[in-house]
């Protein structure tokens, strides 16, 4: 059973930095995505961020230039994920939950596993 665990998460400043940390425990497989998803309060959880196995990154707009992902590339961090948060807005306020997907192929289908990590609150205030 894969487990994801975040951690990082704590109060920042506006303008200030903060790097969020994840791993994905328990599978043998390099997991084929991974991301960073952010709810804040009363809002509908969204995308932030994501990496592919491959290296390709995507961002949500909100946060381009700002906001880095990235993947640790040695044997045990290969199911490891990280978010660098720069300049830090009081909007970014919200719960960043890691996601890690393995993606298995067959000539008839594709099927995704999804894990989810229980959340890092990321409180921006002064």
């Known amino acids: 059973q894969v487990q994801v665990v975040e951690s990082g998460g704590g109060l920042v400043q506006p303008g200030g930095s903060l790097r969020l940390s994840c791993t994905a425990s328990g599978s043998i497989f390099t997991l084929d995505v991974m991301g960073w998803y952010s709810q804040a309060p009363g809002k509908q959880r969204e995308l932030v961020a994501v990496t592919t196995r491959g290296g390709t990154t995507n961002y949500t707009d909100s946060v381009k230039g700002r906001f880095t992902i990235s993947r640790g590339n040695a044997k045990n961090t290969k199911n490891t994920v990280y978010l660098q948060m720069t300049s830090l807005k009081p909007e970014d306020t919200a719960v960043y939950s890691c996601?890690?997907?393995?993606?298995?192929?067959?000539?008839?289908?594709?099927?995704?596993?999804?894990?989810w990590g229980q959340g890092a609150q990321v409180p921006v205030s002064s």
């Open positions: 996601n890690a997907v393995r993606i298995t192929m067959s000539p008839d289908s594709l099927t995704k596993f999804p894990y």
